[in-house]
């Protein structure tokens, strides 16, 4: 059984900067993609970035350039730092995982392993 666990959530000023960290229980960056996941209130959930197997990695063209996903094997977590954050950046956000290589359309896809959301709010 997998177990994520979500942190670094809080209340930004739009244009500053957050990490979120998930804790994975088991570590399976060698044999997992991985993602990040968001929900806004009322909207539908949407895929913010994913890391493969090999490291590579695929973001949504709202986040392209600000956003970076990452991996740190000798701490099992993955990250997300997020730059620049806007207004519209505010949302519950989720990491994910799922057995074997990514999907071609991973940010669309479907993953086994869910944690429980970390909440990002930010202000203008």
């Known amino acids: 059984q997998v177990q994520l666990v979500e942190s670094g959530g809080g209340s930004v000023q739009a244009g500053e900067s957050q990490v979120l960290s998930c804790a994975v229980s088991?570590?399976?960056?060698?044999?997992?993609?991985m993602a990040w996941f968001r929900r806004a209130a009322g909207k539908e959930r949407e895929g913010v970035a994913t890391?493969?197997?090999?490291?590579?990695?695929k973001y949504a063209n709202s986040v392209q350039g600000r956003f970076t996903i990452s991996k740190d094997s000798a701490k099992n977590t993955l990250y997300l730092r997020m730059n620049s954050l806007k207004p519209e950046d505010t949302a519950k956000y989720y990491c994910?995982?799922?057995?074997?290589?990514?999907?071609?359309?991973?940010?669309?896809?479907?993953?086994?392993?869910w944690g429980q959301g970390t909440q990002v709010t930010v202000s203008s």
């Open positions: 994910a995982a799922d057995r074997g290589w990514c999907e071609t359309d991973s940010l669309r896809a479907e993953y086994a392993y």
């Open positions: 088991l570590y399976t960056s060698r044999s997992y993609c």
């Open positions: 890391i493969d197997i090999n490291g590579r990695t």
